[in-house]
C-alpha cells in the first residue's frame, strides 16, 4: 500500500492544537464557514455520490455537508474536535438523517477501522489542517477497498512569487488557527509517486479564484 511509510515533512502543528483551534471555531463555523466552501462542498459529494456505497468523511466538522448525500449511501463521519462533532450530531437529528452509521472523536492521521471499509474517503480542507498529511493520506488509502476513491478539497499554496512568500510569512500565524497556508502540489505528487497502489484521475480547481481544488485518486483494484 503506502510506499516506504516515510512521511519527511512534519511542522509545527501539533493534533492537540488543533483539535483545540476547531473547538473554539465549532460555535461560529457554519457561519464563518459555510458559503465560502460550499462550492467545494458541492464538488466533493457529487465526486464521492459517483461511486457511492459506505462513504467516510474524515473531518466531517458539524456536519454541513451530510444532508446533500443520496439517501443510498451510507455515511461515516469524523473528527478530531468532540464540539463540532456535537454539532453533526444535533443536525443529522434534526433532519433525521437516517443514513448517517456513525459520527466518531478520531484522528485522520489513525483511523480506527478496518481496511478496505469503504468505497469512498471523502476529506475536504482536511489534508492542509493535519499535523503529518502523508500519514492521513496512508490511512486514507489504507482504509479505502480496491478500485474505491479518495475524494479531497484541498488548498493549493503557490510554490515561488508574491503569494508563495506571503504564506511563508503567514504560515506560524494560520497554524496557530488549524490550517497551513503553505502547501503546494508538489507535496501531493511526491506522495502519489512514492506510494504503491494509488493514481491521480482528477485534479482541478475551484472557483472563484482557484486557490482550492477538488482532488480525486484511486486506489488500484490490486492493491
Given at each position: 500500500m503506502a510506499g516506504n511509510g516515510v512521511h519527511p515533512t512534519v511542522d509545527?502543528?501539533?493534533?492537540?492544537?488543533?483539535?483545540?483551534?476547531?473547538?473554539?471555531?465549532?460555535?461560529v463555523y457554519d457561519l464563518v464557514f459555510g458559503k465560502v466552501f460550499a462550492r467545494g462542498r458541492s464538488a466533493a459529494i457529487d465526486a464521492a455520490e459517483r461511486v457511492g456505497g459506505r462513504?467516510?468523511?474524515?473531518?466531517?466538522?458539524?456536519?454541513?455537508?451530510?444532508?446533500?448525500?443520496?439517501?443510498r449511501s451510507r455515511?461515516?463521519?469524523?473528527?478530531?474536535?468532540a464540539p463540532m462533532?456535537?454539532?453533526?450530531?444535533?443536525?443529522?437529528?434534526?433532519?433525521?438523517?437516517?443514513?448517517?452509521?456513525q459520527l466518531d472523536v478520531m484522528d485522520a492521521e489513525h483511523l480506527a477501522f478496518a481496511d478496505a471499509s469503504f468505497d469512498v474517503v471523502?476529506?475536504?480542507?482536511?489534508?492542509?489542517?493535519?499535523?503529518?498529511?502523508?500519514?492521513?493520506?496512508?490511512?486514507?488509502?489504507?482504509?479505502?477497498?480496491?478500485?474505491?476513491?479518495?475524494?479531497i478539497t484541498t488548498r493549493v499554496g503557490?510554490?515561488?512569487?508574491?503569494?508563495?512568500?506571503?504564506?511563508?510569512?503567514?504560515?506560524?500565524?494560520?497554524?496557530?488557527?488549524?490550517?497551513?497556508t503553505e502547501f503546494s502540489w508538489q507535496r501531493y505528487q511526491a506522495w502519489i509517486d512514492r506510494t504503491?497502489?494509488?493514481?491521480?484521475?482528477?485534479?482541478?480547481?475551484?472557483?472563484?479564484?482557484?486557490?482550492?481544488s477538488l482532488v480525486r485518486l484511486r486506489k488500484s483494484d490490486a492493491a
Open positions: 509545527d502543528m501539533r493534533t492537540e492544537g488543533v483539535a483545540k483551534a476547531y473547538d473554539r471555531w465549532a460555535p462513504i467516510l468523511e474524515v473531518g466531517v466538522g458539524t456536519g454541513l455537508s451530510l444532508p446533500q448525500y443520496s439517501p455515511l461515516v463521519g469524523v473528527d478530531l474536535s462533532l456535537e454539532k453533526a450530531r444535533e443536525r443529522v437529528a434534526q433532519l433525521a438523517l437516517r443514513n448517517v452509521e471523502v476529506a475536504q480542507y482536511v489534508v492542509t489542517a493535519v499535523p503529518n498529511p502523508e500519514a492521513a493520506l496512508d490511512e486514507f488509502l489504507r482504509v479505502a477497498r480496491p478500485g474505491g476513491e479518495i475524494v503557490a510554490d515561488k512569487g508574491v503569494r508563495g512568500a506571503i504564506e511563508s510569512l503567514l504560515s506560524p500565524v494560520v497554524n496557530r488557527l488549524g490550517w497551513r504503491a497502489g494509488v493514481s491521480l484521475i482528477e485534479r482541478r480547481p475551484l472557483p472563484p479564484l482557484g486557490h482550492f
